[in-house]
């Protein structure tokens, strides 16, 4: 079945010229960082029909998992499953290329104007607009993956009241709460029950 799929998604995969747009539009009108794009990305691949849901969700997984800058991470999987090497290549290529255009374009004259009460209403505007993408995102990936039984649920919200209330670090909080979705899953296994 799988291989099938495979082979399905190798007589589809996008030219290397589509890849880098994709990516490249992505990243050229997206404020917010990593997280954002990660999700614009999955999306973005998702409607290309070449790629498999649970595979984007792998991809996410990965990306995340990964060193460095997410956005970069997540372009270079999504071009490697899109076009292969030469597709990741050309992926993290757009993804690279708009951030370093608009460094090289804005610094000196967003230094000079940073002071200004427009540029800081903007900022603050799309940092309200970050907040609602990324809980869209949250949202979207909980229904998937987190909240399909109670107790992916329970371990998921005790996570979330760990990092929001107790400011626990996200990382401290993702690590523990593997461990303990691990460990229950360990003692359900036991007990002879499905997890």
């Not at 371990?155 to 670090?169: E, P, Q």
Request: charged fraction near 15%.
């Amino acid at each position: 079945m799988e291989s099938q799929i495979e082979e399905q998604a190798e007589e589809k995969k996008l030219g290397l010229f589509s890849i880098f747009m994709m990516i490249f539009k992505i990243s050229a009108f997206t404020l917010g960082g990593g997280a954002v794009l990660i999700g614009l990305i999955q999306e973005a691949v998702n409607r290309t029909g070449v790629v498999p849901e649970e595979k984007t969700a792998d991809m996410l997984a990965l990306s995340l998992a990964a060193p460095g800058a997410m956005g970069i991470s997540m372009s270079y999987q999504a071009g490697l499953a899109l076009g292969g090497p030469a597709g990741a290549a050309a992926a993290v290529f757009g993804m690279a290329l708009p951030p370093f255009i608009a460094i090289l374009v804005l610094s000196s004259w967003l230094l000079a104007h940073m002071g200004s009460g427009y540029i800081s209403a903007f900022f603050s505007g799309a940092t309200a607009g970050l907040v609602v993408v990324l809980g869209a995102i949250v949202w979207k990936l909980g229904k998937k993956n987190a909240l399909v039984s109670v107790k992916d649920t329970a371990i998921c919200l005790l996570v979330a009241a760990a990092v929001l209330i107790f400011k626990v670090s996200a990382v401290w909080g993702l690590i523990g709460g593997t461990i303990v979705a691990l460990i229950v899953n360990l003692l359900l296994e036991k007990e002879g029950k499905k997890a």
